[in-house]
């Protein structure tokens, strides 16, 4: 009987798919499936029911659960307990960040991290917010810098490090720039430019009811602003972005936040990596 073997078990248990628990351990399906297997041949038993939409746990398996998952959490602890005795950790940290984000900040976090743990592998990918945090669930990230929209992500903590307000933004010589504030309804007759659908601040304007045309998408919110600058509509864009351009108040606000999966990640590493972030932002 192998840990790995365990973890597999554990993984497809809990998202009741062989599909997500390969994702969320990052090994092909089929491997996934071979070691479940060899599992159950030693134990001379079917853990899985394989049968329906979704897998689900035998008998034997609900049985077998609970000691497989102590099993993972003593390893867990006993790599604990030699990284506090000797001062040393390892591992691999996987970071998610938005878009155009907070890059100054995190890449920040990353490389005071680093310094202090040298030993420990540390990558960093960009997505959208959506993907971010179904990164995250799954288990394919450990943390990410995110913008959350109009409700936490479901099965996700958060630390937010930034709280600005979302704003329409136009050029100085536009018919909009003698005024201070806007609705989400008085932007219908413009023609708009706003970060793509699966970002936090496209989600605060669907929650709010958008009803403009948008004319102009882009994943920067500086190419928002140029886009803009230029006069082909009106940027909404979260204020420290809007530069030289005439910011309307729109009464909405958004937040970029470091994000993990609830309960925290399984690496020590990742977990070493969020208690520093937070102590810093």
């Known amino acids: 009987m192998e840990l790995r073997q365990l973890e597999y078990f554990v993984a497809v248990a809990e998202e009741a798919s062989f599909t997500r628990a390969a994702e969320r351990v990052l090994v092909a399906q089929s491997g996934v499936s071979a070691q479940v297997r060899r599992l159950e041949r030693e134990l001379g038993t079917e853990l899985l029911d394989r049968s329906g939409r979704t897998v689900t746990l035998t008998e034997a398996g609900a049985a077998v659960l609970p000691f497989a998952r102590d099993a993972l959490s003593a390893v867990r602890g006993v790599r604990g307990a030699v990284e506090r005795l000797t001062g040393l950790l390892r591992g691999h940290v996987r970071v998610g960040m938005i878009t155009a984000g907070p890059a100054q900040l995190l890449t920040g976090l990353l490389a005071e991290f680093y310094a202090a743990h040298p030993g420990v592998e540390m990558t960093l990918t960009e997505a959208p917010s959506d993907e971010l945090f179904a990164a995250l669930r799954s288990g394919a990230l450990d943390v990410a810098c995110a913008s959350l929209g109009p409700g936490a992500p479901e099965g996700i903590d958060t630390h937010v490090v930034i709280d600005a307000p979302v704003v329409a933004a136009v050029a100085p010589d536009h018919e909009l720039a003698r005024r201070s504030s806007i609705t989400v309804d008085e932007l219908a007759p413009y023609p708009l430019i706003c970060l793509p659908r ?50 309307l108040q729109l009464g909405l606000r958004g937040q970029v936040a470091l994000a993990w999966r609830e309960g925290g990640p399984s690496s020590a590493a990742a977990r070493a990596f969020i208690s520093h972030a937070r102590g810093s932002v």
């Open 198 to 247: 699966g970002t936090g601040v496209r989600a605060l304007l669907d929650d709010a009811g958008l009803r403009g045309r948008v004319a102009f998408e882009a994943s920067d919110p500086g190419v928002l602003a140029q886009l803009a600058a230029r006069g082909l509509g009106v940027a909404i864009l979260p204020e420290p972005a809007v530069g030289e351009l005439h910011a």
